[in-house]
Nanobody
Framework: QVQLMQSGGGLVQPGESLRLSCAAS???????????IGWFRQAPGKERERIIC????????WSADSVNGRFTSSRDNVKNMVYLQMNGLKPEDTAVYYC??????????WGPGTQVTVSP
């Protein structure tokens, strides 16, 4: 069984940046073994939103309009980690952020989530 571990997140002011990390443990310690990694978020009272889908082979990614141009994903082949870099954060980016080993809402493996709060 695979467990995903997340780090990063916190409270920032509008316009600031944060970086989230996601790694795997358990039956695999290399999250890059998965073909794609999805980043999702869920704001209070809203449905979960897929914001980035990254191809781990070449690092290419699709991003939602809501974050396009501000959020990027990357991978570290040495540390076996994936990252979500969030720049130009806005109050509407406040949510719990999740990584998953697929880009589908039905992904089998999910991180525990990490809170990102953007507030003046």
């Amino acid at each position: 069984q695979v467990q995903l571990m997340q780090s990063g997140g916190g409270l920032v002011q509008p316009g600031e940046s944060l970086r989230l990390s996601c790694a795997a443990s358990g039956s695999t310690t290399n999250i890059l073994d998965y073909y794609a990694i999805g980043w999702f978020r869920q704001a209070p009272g809203k449905e979960r939103e897929r914001i980035i889908c990254m191809n781990t082979l070449d690092g290419s990614a699709w991003s939602a309009d809501s974050v396009n141009g501000r959020f990027t994903s990357s991978r570290d082949n040495v540390k076996n980690m994936v990252y979500l870099q969030m720049n130009g954060l806005k109050p509407e980016d406040t949510a719990v952020y999740y990584c998953a080993t697929e880009c589908s809402d039905h992904a089998r493996n999910w991180g525990p989530g990490t809170q990102v709060t953007v507030s003046p």
